[in-house]
């Protein structure tokens, strides 16, 4: 089907811990995948995004994995810091005005 | 530049009423997009526009929901006799659609959020 498949759905970690949220797709078209933090309250905005010509894209703390074959991409969080508490969406797009979303996965950060 | 702006940011309005939610997308952005997020729950699609036309209205939940793109800028989503479940915040997005290959970016706005007494 079109939609993506997000897991897990909550996730707490210690402070300085590492955080993977992983998504599945099954549209071998897609070429666009773009994730999303969303704080209590505030607008959903781009942390990373990677497109289908590379396997790997790193921000500082945030990388973003893909594996085309499998037809997931997972999102990792180094250090984890409280601040990075927020709801986390993966979405896919095959480059048509079409973006699906992912459920999200509540993340939150243990002091 | 500015950001995709929205009004209201709050409106409370009563069952039956009808409501009007406004989308200032990015100056030049010529793709938009309207979605509703239910209290914890995920992005729900409603309709795009590329321009002033819509070619993907199938999200709309109801023939009480419309939306309008006028000048390829500003939109409106209205909301004719409201009812309780209509309660929600409202995103708008906007993106380049440069019509390359790739998806590109959606940036969104700060929602409206909704509520039916």
């Known amino acids: 089907g079109e939609n993506v498949e997000q897991h897990p759905s909550t996730l707490s970690v210690q402070e300085g811990d590492s955080a993977v949220i992983k998504c599945t797709y099954s549209?071998?078209?897609?070429?666009?995948f773009p994730w999303y933090k969303q704080e209590l309250g505030k607008r959903p905005q781009l942390i990373i995004d990677i497109r289908s010509n590379v396997g790997e894209k790193k921000d500082q703390r945030i990388a973003v994995t893909l594996n085309k074959t499998a037809k997931h991409f997972s999102l990792h969080i180094t250090e984890t810091q409280p601040e990075d508490s927020a709801v986390y969406f993966c979405a896919r797009t095959s480059g048509t005005y079409k973006y699906i979303f992912g459920t999200g996965t509540r993340l939150k950060v243990l002091a | 530049g500015a950001g995709v702006s929205q009004s209201p940011s709050n409106k409370v309005t009563e069952k039956g009423k009808d409501v009007e939610l406004r989308c200032d997308p990015i100056?030049?952005?010529?793709?938009l997009y309207w979605y509703r997020q239910s209290l914890g729950q995920g992005l729900e699609f409603l309709i795009y526009f590329q321009g002033n036309s819509a070619p993907d209205k199938s999200g709309l939940p109801s023939d009480r929901f419309s939306a309008e793109r006028t000048g390829g800028s500003v939109s409106t989503l209205t909301i004719q006799r409201t009812q309780q479940e209509d309660s929600a915040v409202y995103l708008c997005?906007?993106?380049?659609?440069?019509?390359?290959?790739?998806?590109?970016?959606?940036?969104f706005g700060p929602g409206t959020r909704l509520l039916v007494l």
């Open positions: 997005a906007s993106s380049p659609r440069t019509g390359g290959s790739f998806g590109e970016t959606q940036y």
């Open positions: 100056s030049g952005h010529t793709a």
């Open positions: 549209d071998s078209a897609s070429n666009y």
